[in-house]
């Protein structure tokens, strides 16, 4: 098993915040707010979540802040349960088991939901799981979803795949949802729709703009200058899922973008979970992707998507 660095550092101004790294990457979480995952980076590399500065190394902040990194909602989207507060210190331990590092809120959230995040590093790799957690601690049963946001950092493209064209008449049902928000103008020239992936720019002048997905192609990409972030997830067959059906959805301004994974939607029984899985990957590329061609493009991501079991 390869080295692996496990150790409690002051970072963005908070005191305490859980560095892993191995090899390959580094991972800072942080213990005085959350959970949070604040930087993901490969080595050397330069962090590739959004950083907020001015909302870096508070706490105990009455409101939410969105500091930047990845962080753990509630879904679907409410002003008082998606929106609770993640200001307060978090505690940690590790599975001696399967080496899984376990983040506990030591927050009930509002409505009665505690949440931990759980983050494994594997070995000799780049790619680690986030398993976003919820429990009912309620007295009464509670429809929810886990929703997993990590803000990236701005200036970079995300590449959503999409199914291979069928054919009329052949195929003759839908074969993916597609969910827009109030504020989602097509038009933007932010997005381009093609035949194989439908792409999203983060750009400084851009206002809001979000829209979701019954995404079924397993992953969602961004390229940053010379790193290429894979973010992988599950669309179970028959479930049900927010927002009239999204099990992934991602939203931009001018500050950032966020590729967001949902869980299932479910009614929990007091005392019960629901969970979500995520499989991160970083890879250092010579280059951004090529883009002139949907061919080309597809040609430059396969050997990663390859390397990422994909």
Known sequence: RPPMTEKIIPHFGWERNLLLSNDHIELIVTLDVGPRIASYRTLPGENVLFEKEDEQGGTGERDFKIRGGHRFWIAPEDEVRSYHADNSPVEYDKNSFNGEFVIHSQQTHAGKITKTLGITLHDDSSQISVRHTARNDGAEPATFATWGLTAMAPGGLQIIPQPILGVHKHDLLPNRGIFLWPYTDLSDSRYHFGRDFFTLRQ????????????????????????????????????????????????FTNSAMLVIEALGPLASVDPGESVSHTEEWYLFTIPAEAQIESEAALSAWLRPYLRQSGL
């Open 203 to 250: 750009e400084t002048t851009g206002g809001p703009t979000k829209i979701g997905f019954s995404h079924r192609e397993r992953y969602v990409a961004y390229v940053l200058g010379n790193t290429l972030f894979v973010k992988a997830f599950d669309h179970l067959h028959g479930a049900t899922y927010p927002d009239g059906g999204c099990n992934f959805e991602t």
